[in-house]
């Protein structure tokens, strides 16, 4: 399937692209010094925002993905306007949407 986000691979990039996005998640995972912020953000951009592998969409598994690996650390997944604020984010640059993350979870910690 073709999306029309201009950031989404093309499908014939699917497969290569998921296998490396494995790769590199069995790593951080496994290591123990991976910051827990980073890493989540990291899933959410390359899987929702870059590979987009899910013909249904990526959203709500990438939601539920980082959300596991912050809750291991007792941290809150981020607190975002709205939808929106997701979407219209997760297209940018890796250390925009990283620094936009990281925002989002320090307004879940001073909501808690």
Same mark, same amino acid.
Request: net charge negative.
């Given at each position: %399937?073709? &999306? +029309? ?23 951080? %995972? ?11 953000? %990291? ?6 925002? #870059? ?5 249904? @969409?990526?959203?709500?598994? &990438? ?9 291991? #650390? ?10 929106? +604020? ?10 925009? %949407? ?5 925002? @989002?979870?320090?307004?879940? #910690?001073?909501?808690?």
């Amino acid at each position: %399937w073709i &999306t +029309d986000v201009s950031t989404h691979v093309h499908p014939d990039q699917i497969p290569a692209e998921f296998a490396l996005f494995c790769n590199k998640f069995a790593y951080y %995972w496994n290591h123990q010094k991976t910051d827990p912020r980073k890493f989540a953000a %990291w899933i959410e951009h390359e899987l929702n925002g #870059r590979i987009h592998a899910l013909s249904d @969409g990526c959203t709500r598994f &990438t939601i539920c993905m980082a959300a596991l690996v912050l809750g291991l #650390r007792d941290l809150p997944y981020p607190n975002f306007k709205d939808r929106s +604020d997701l979407t219209d984010h997760i297209g940018n640059s890796f250390a925009e %949407w990283q620094e936009h993350f990281t925002k @989002g979870i320090e307004n879940a #910690r001073a909501n808690l």
